[in-house]
């Protein structure tokens, strides 16, 4: 995110030219899956589906987490209520479990966002922390094309750098936060108003020098998941060896460019997660709908088509963000919300028949011997959906439910009969199913 202009009310600090990347995403097969929710009225015309086979055995990656980003500096902190519900997991709240948060160049400004990542910490959810610019005794400008400002990362400074994360991770550890994870940069890719690094200043920086940072170093972040920055670390054992999660944006990302076939090959033992997006776009109020149905789907594709193990909001609380400016949860959070209070870290994402129907996306997860199922349905009919679960066992599922005029409303349980459940997924809703 672009640091140090004015910002519109209820607009976004990044440029048009970045908002001109926030290109339309390409329609992929859709799953539907209805629950008959209690209280919950059924369209008039309910379309039946092909059964959503759930496979409890079948693994794929380990969650990590979802959440937001604070930045105090750039529009205040979180109040203590809003981080309750930021981060507490009951009725009402996102059940966010990860926390971004910036790291200064100037010490004097490192207690900015301490009392949210304290308070993140204390619920149980993850911090991680990523740069914008280096203090600024270690930068240089250079000419870059048409920016004759441009910045980057004086090369004799690379070693005092990584003394600089490790002081800001030693400072946050002092005040009761352990962060998870650290990054290099903050969009090196498109720091027109912050510092450059190209790939092959990343691979350096990750070889002859990140191995000193004394927690897991988060690299790149590239703005729009391009892969010319984070092949180059996973070609190159040596960096490699000294990344621990590979970190990507998704702003204008296609979902054809959703899939890593490259980090499949050679990430073993790393984490790839998503780091920053808002989505679609971050002019339109987060209340809208159905249109708040489109972050429900680009979760469903983070998780399935990406495999990410973390995905993150820009801004915790914006209007266009997943908490409102008055402190209560939008629809696009409710749509969030349905993953991340159930979706817990350490839970293990499995196989689940992704498009059962046109316009449903579904994705599920094992957590020891529960399953949570999250059905998108962005289509104008009701769906009649049965799930069938295999390799594992479940007497009852709960469900929670996400229309034009609920918010994750609890809609009872509904019975299991020989692994299999039928549910009406409401038009245009988002449900989630916990077995028990």
Avoid at 256 to 274: T, V
Avoid at 343 to 362: F, L
């Amino acid at each position: 995110m672009t640091q140090g202009r004015s910002e519109p009310v209820g607009g976004e600090r990044r440029s048009l030219s970045r908002r001109s990347v926030l290109a339309t995403m390409g329609a992929l097969p859709v799953l539907t899956a209805t629950t008959p929710a209690v209280g919950a009225s059924r369209a008039a015309a309910v379309t039946a589906a092909a059964a959503a086979v759930i496979d409890a055995s079948a693994q794929r990656q380990t969650i990590r987490g979802f959440g937001g980003m604070t930045h105090t500096a750039w529009i205040g902190d979180l109040t203590a209520a809003q981080r309750d519900t930021a981060f507490g997991t009951g009725e009402g709240r996102l059940g966010f479990s990860v926390l971004r948060m910036p790291v200064p160049e100037n010490q004097s400004d490192w207690g900015r966002d301490l009392a949210t990542a304290r308070r993140a910490t204390e619920l149980g959810a993850a911090v991680i922390a990523s740069p914008w610019n280096p203090p600024a005794r270690m930068v240089e400008t250079f000419v870059r094309g048409s920016q004759t400002d441009a910045r980057r990362l004086r090369y004799d400074m690379y070693g005092a750098y990584a003394q600089h994360l490790n002081d800001f991770t030693a400072y946050l550890r002092n005040n009761g936060v352990n962060l998870y994870g650290i990054s290099v940069q903050n969009e090196p890719d498109y720091a027109h108003d912050w510092t450059w690094w190209t790939p092959a200043e990343m691979v350096r920086f990750l070889r002859e020098n990140a191995g000193s940072i004394g927690t897991r170093v988060i690299a790149p972040e590239s703005f729009q998941y391009l892969k010319n920055m984070s092949d180059p670390i996973l070609n190159d054992s040596a960096a490699l060896a000294n990344v621990d999660i590979i970190g990507a944006h998704l702003y204008g990302t296609s979902f054809a460019n959703f899939p890593y076939p490259l980090f499949k090959q050679k990430g073993a033992g790393k984490e790839l997660w998503m780091t920053e997006v808002y989505y679609p776009n971050s002019s339109d109020s987060a209340d809208l709908w159905p249109q708040a149905l489109d972050v429900g789907e680009h979760i469903h594709r983070a998780m399935v088509d990406a495999e990410f193990q973390a995905y993150i909001w820009w801004y915790i609380r914006r209007g266009y963000g997943p908490m409102r400016e008055d402190g209560q949860i939008s629809k696009r959070g409710a749509n969030m919300a349905h993953f991340a209070r159930f979706v817990r870290p350490g839970y293990v994402r499995i196989e689940a028949t992704a498009n059962p129907a046109s316009n449903v996306y579904v994705s599920a997860y094992r957590g020891g011997s529960t399953v949570v199922v999250v059905a998108v349905n962005k289509g104008t009919s009701a769906v009649s959906q049965q799930f069938t679960l295999r390799n594992g066992t479940a007497s009852r599922v709960s469900s929670w439910l996400t229309d034009a005029s609920r918010n994750v409303a609890s809609q009872g349980t509904t019975g299991v009969s020989n692994g299999s459940f039928t549910v009406t997924l409401p038009a245009r809703s988002v449900m989630t199913f916990v077995t028990a």
